[in-house]
């Protein structure tokens, strides 16, 4: 077996805490705090946790079928040498292009709500002139190392977790009616007034999917930093264990508790200005009484936009730096320093992110919007090719006499999970545009459907020009880019004849051990 080092330059410098801390609550910035905000007004409560739910339950699906990969090849630069390994090369460019979109559209929203943070707090400094601080220092951090990301990540994301946990505990007093002060308790009152749909019906759950996409994309993001993880065989299926407590906490319990504390037809949701951020969290708690208390939220939002802000550089920056080492984006982007940072794919993506100067400009705030909100359907399109690359390496697994028990890391309920991620991503990317055709809308119908022909045409261009070929299943290569830890991991029993982990559980324990 050929274990193949990790892509040339980069540093293994990830250690088992930092993934696991960024499956858990890594990724979460202001499009979950302020953004969902929009999605509650537009769905309700009701259609929040619908949307939350059925997306969380793709989620799930969708990182059992990464966790086998990225367990078994680790080295293969995320998506990108995944989608090469399996398919072809035209195909793993048009992955590798969309998910770079996803994090350059996140980056840029990222980049405005910290800046219109700092203006609401001072306006003396223009939101450029704040933007032009946060881009510096931003890139200065991001050139430290995986070392200091991964370290940043971990307190950034604890903290996360901690500030969440604390809104949790005010709802639930307020809801009760235990708040200093509080008249009446609030209980289920906006459930029943403007109601769980907020009067929208289907059409607000089917357009809370779109919000809901933007929200967990980055769970799939332990693929893209297992290449720079001491122990990936340890780390990734801990991460991907993880995943599932993040679905149920952060995602399913902040989609309760906005719907429970906040209104859906509250003006702030829709009207607020750019000078002061709304969020559920802030409605609330003014609702509640507490005025002042827009700061507090203020400050917790800033905290998640510089992990998002930091996630996001790193993300794009490693999805460019794997696309110019496959020879699918121009060469010196794939170069890193000797101390294994991918300069040029650095500065590239935080580059990019200077569409967030768009917002400066009241004319173009609405371009802006309909950039940003390309990472929704691009979500969609990598979580589909995620369950087809999964589905390909099976059929490949079993036609050259591979068996299960030869996996690190079995996902659950093959074959069925994997179609079923697959097929629900392909609906959830036809559907996802349908508010928009009745009234028709033709500037929200290009931007909910432009990335669609765009994926094939990018696979048909690299077919045509790269002359790659689809793979038959013998011929796919399933040693190459297998690696072992660095750090030996202990109480680990394995197959002498193959070299790899016994796994011989029952589907139930694999449940309970994936939770």
């Given at each position: 077996?050929n274990?193949?080092?990790?892509?040339p330059?980069?540093?293994?410098?990830?250690?088992?805490?930092?993934?696991?801390?960024?499956?858990?609550a890594?990724i979460i910035?202001?499009?979950?705090?302020?953004?969902s905000?929009?999605?509650?007004?537009s769905?309700g409560?009701?259609?929040l946790?619908i949307?939350?739910?059925?997306?969380?339950?793709?989620?799930?699906s969708?990182?059992?079928?990464l966790?086998?990969?990225?367990?078994?090849?680790?080295a293969?630069?995320?998506?990108?040498?995944?989608?090469?390994?399996?398919?072809?090369?035209?195909?793993?460019?048009?992955v590798?292009?969309?998910?770079?979109i996803?994090?350059?559209?996140?980056?840029?929203?990222?980049?405005?709500?910290?800046?219109?943070?700092f203006?609401?707090?001072?306006?003396?400094?223009?939101?450029?002139?704040?933007?032009l601080?946060?881009?510096?220092a931003f890139?200065?951090?991001?050139?430290?190392?995986?070392e200091?990301?991964?370290?940043?990540?971990?307190?950034?994301?604890?903290?996360?977790?901690?500030?969440?946990?604390?809104?949790f505990?005010?709802?639930?007093?307020?809801a009760?009616g235990?708040?200093?002060?509080q008249?009446?308790?609030l209980?289920?009152q906006y459930?029943?007034?403007?109601?769980?749909?907020?009067?929208?019906?289907v059409?607000?759950?089917f357009?809370v999917?779109?919000?809901c996409?933007t929200?967990?994309?980055?769970?799939?993001?332990?693929?893209?930093?297992a290449?720079?993880?001491?122990?990936?065989?340890?780390?990734?299926?801990?991460?991907?264990?993880?995943?599932?407590w993040?679905?149920?906490?952060v995602?399913?319990?902040?989609?309760f508790f906005?719907?429970?504390?906040?209104?859906?037809?509250s003006?702030?949701l829709?009207n607020?200005?750019?000078?002061?951020?709304?969020?559920?969290m802030?409605?609330?708690i003014q609702?509640?009484?507490?005025q002042?208390?827009?700061?507090?939220?203020?400050a917790?939002?800033?905290?998640?936009?510089?992990?998002?802000?930091?996630?996001s550089?790193?993300i794009?920056?490693?999805?460019?730096?794997?696309?110019?080492?496959?020879?699918?984006?121009?060469?010196?982007?794939?170069?890193?320093?000797?101390?294994?940072?991918?300069?040029?794919?650095?500065?590239l993506?935080?580059?990019?992110?200077?569409?967030a100067?768009?917002n400066?400009?009241?004319?173009?705030?609405?371009?802006?919007?309909?950039?940003v909100?390309?990472?929704?359907?691009?979500t969609?399109?990598?979580?589909?090719?995620?369950?087809?690359?999964?589905?390909?390496?099976?059929?490949?697994w079993?036609?050259q006499?591979?068996t299960?028990s030869e996996l690190?890391?079995?996902?659950?309920?093959?074959?069925?999970?994997?179609y079923?991620?697959?097929a629900?991503n392909?609906?959830?990317?036809?559907?996802?545009?349908?508010?928009?055709l009745?009234?028709f809308?033709?500037?929200?119908?290009?931007?909910?459907?432009?990335?669609?022909?765009?994926?094939?045409l990018?696979?048909i261009?690299?077919?045509?020009?790269?002359k790659?070929h689809?793979k038959?299943?013998?011929?796919?290569?399933?040693?190459?880019?297998?690696?072992?830890?660095?750090?030996?991991a202990?109480?680990?029993?394995?197959?002498?004849?193959?070299?790899?982990r016994?796994?011989?559980?029952?589907?139930t324990?694999?449940?309970?051990?994936?939770i």
């Open positions: 077996m274990r193949s080092p990790i892509p330059g980069v540093k293994r410098g990830l250690q088992n805490r930092h993934l696991s801390m960024m499956a858990l890594g910035g202001p499009g979950l705090l302020v953004g905000g929009g999605a509650l007004a769905g409560p009701a259609s946790i949307g939350f739910g059925v997306i969380g339950i793709v989620a799930f969708i990182m059992q079928s966790g086998e990969l990225t367990t078994l090849y680790p293969g630069g995320s998506f990108i040498g995944l989608g090469e390994r399996v398919v072809d090369r035209g195909f793993s460019a048009a590798g292009w969309n998910y770079f996803i994090w350059a559209a996140v980056l840029a929203n990222e980049y405005n709500v910290i800046s219109s943070i203006v609401f707090w001072s306006d003396k400094v223009p939101l450029w002139g704040y933007f601080i946060f881009w510096f890139l200065g951090f991001q050139l430290l190392g995986v200091a990301f991964g370290e940043a990540e971990f307190w950034l994301a604890l903290i996360k977790l901690l500030g969440l946990t604390a809104y505990i005010f709802a639930i007093v307020y009760a235990g708040l200093v002060g008249q009446e308790a209980g289920f459930w029943r007034d403007p109601g769980p749909f907020n009067g929208k019906g059409s607000g759950v357009t999917f779109v919000f996409s929200f967990y994309a980055g769970v799939e993001s332990v693929a893209v930093a290449a720079e993880t001491r122990n990936p065989g340890v780390a990734v299926p801990q991460a991907i264990r993880q995943v599932f993040r679905i149920i906490f995602y399913m319990g902040s989609a906005f719907g429970l504390t906040c209104p859906a037809n003006a702030d829709i607020g200005g750019s000078r002061v951020l709304k969020s559920p802030t409605i609330a609702n509640a009484g507490w002042g208390g827009v700061h507090l939220i203020n917790f939002i800033f905290i998640t936009c510089l992990s998002a802000v930091n996630s550089i790193y794009g920056s490693r999805t460019v730096l794997f696309l110019a080492q496959g020879g699918k984006a121009p060469r010196f982007l794939g170069w890193t320093s000797s101390h294994g940072v991918p300069i040029p794919a650095i500065l993506t935080n580059l990019i992110a200077c569409i100067l768009l400066v400009s009241t004319g173009a705030s609405k371009a802006y919007g309909y950039i909100n390309l990472s929704g359907v691009s969609f399109i990598v979580w589909a090719s995620i369950s087809f690359m999964h589905i390909r390496f099976r059929q490949a079993k036609t006499g591979r299960t690190p890391f079995r996902a659950l309920w093959y074959p069925y999970n994997a079923f991620g697959l629900a392909i609906i959830l990317a036809l559907v996802q545009g349908w508010t928009t009745s009234p809308d033709a500037g929200n119908f290009v931007d909910a459907y432009i990335l669609l022909p765009i994926f094939p990018i696979w261009l690299f077919k045509v020009f790269g790659s689809i038959r299943l013998d011929e796919i290569d399933l040693d190459e880019g297998r690696r072992a830890d660095l750090d030996v202990k109480h680990v029993v394995v197959d002498d004849s193959t070299g790899a016994k796994n011989n559980a029952t589907w324990q694999q449940l309970l051990r994936s």
